[in-house]
Antibody, heavy 121, light 111 residues
Framework: QVQLQESGPGLVKPSETLSLTCTVSGYSISSGYYWGWIRQPPGKGLEWIGSIYHSGSTYYNPSLKSRVTISVDTSKNQFSLKLSSVTAADTAVYYC??????????????WGQGTLVTVSS | QSVLTQPPSVSAAPGQKVTISCSGS????????VSWYQQLPGTAPKLLIYDNNKRPSGIPDRFSGSKSGTSATLGITGLQTGDEADYYCGTWDSSLSAGGVFGGGTKLTVL
């Protein structure tokens, strides 16, 4: 059974960099699929952040692209998110997920439980 | 402002049927498969429908999906109180800035 678990600070100061890691168990990241991040501000809907393939190929949300870096560490079976210059608007529950991206579209078949990150001084 | 448009809320009585719409454009729904996700209160989203109308293992056939042109629809029959949740449509946007997009979500209330 594929499982994903987010980890990282729950509180980040404005203008600093938010850093989260997702640890995958039950499946090798190197075996395929894209791995990505989705966020959900309190009381609001889902927002795609970006995704990465084990080879390093990435897709980023254009509205966040200048501040986002997603990387993968296949030796640890982990992938990570860095979001720079955060503001209160970046306060959200951050989910990591497994994604199947093909020429036909995208399917998110496994999700982590989510971790709340609050941006506040 | 979400790329895909869903009604904020729908409601129906137990045992009844409800549909949730998702509207997009030719760069997303019009040329890509649609997925639907169910988010029960306080939990992570869960895949409910993929490739417009396919159900993952374990999802009952009370849930169905369809797509026509630039719109998609999620149908739920035999409503149960346990179906109360937020439902999101999602797909790929094939514009110059390719990436995943979601609807704003629809809250289903089972009266």
């Amino acid at each position: 059974q594929v499982q994903l678990q987010e980890s990282g600070p729950g509180l980040v100061k404005p203008s600093e960099t938010l850093s989260l890691t997702c640890t995958v168990s039950g499946y090798s990241i190197s075996s395929g699929y894209y791995w990505g991040w989705i966020r959900q501000p309190p009381g609001k809907g889902l927002e795609w952040i970006g995704s990465i393939y084990h080879s390093g190929s990435t897709y980023y949300n254009p509205s966040l692209k200048s501040r986002v870096t997603i990387s993968v560490d296949t030796s640890k079976n982990q992938f990570s998110l860095k979001l720079s210059s955060v503001t209160a608007a970046d306060t959200a529950v951050y989910y990591c997920a497994r994604l199947l991206i093909t020429i036909f579209g995208v399917v998110i078949d496994y999700w982590g439980q989510g971790t709340l990150v609050t941006v506040s001084s | 402002q979400s790329v895909l448009t869903q009604p904020p809320s729908v409601s129906a009585a137990p045992g009844q049927k409800v549909t949730i719409s998702c509207s997009g454009s030719s760069s997303n729904i019009g040329n890509n498969y649609v997925s639907w996700y169910q988010q029960l209160p306080g939990t992570a989203p869960k895949l409910l429908i993929y490739d417009n109308n396919k159900r993952p293992s374990g999802i009952p056939d009370r849930f169905s999906g369809s797509k026509s042109g630039t719109s998609a629809t999620l149908g739920i029959t035999g409503l149960q109180t346990g179906d109360e949740a937020d439902y999101y449509c999602g797909t790929w946007d094939s514009s110059l800035s390719a990436g995943g997009v979601f609807g704003g979500g629809t809250k289903l209330t089972v009266l």
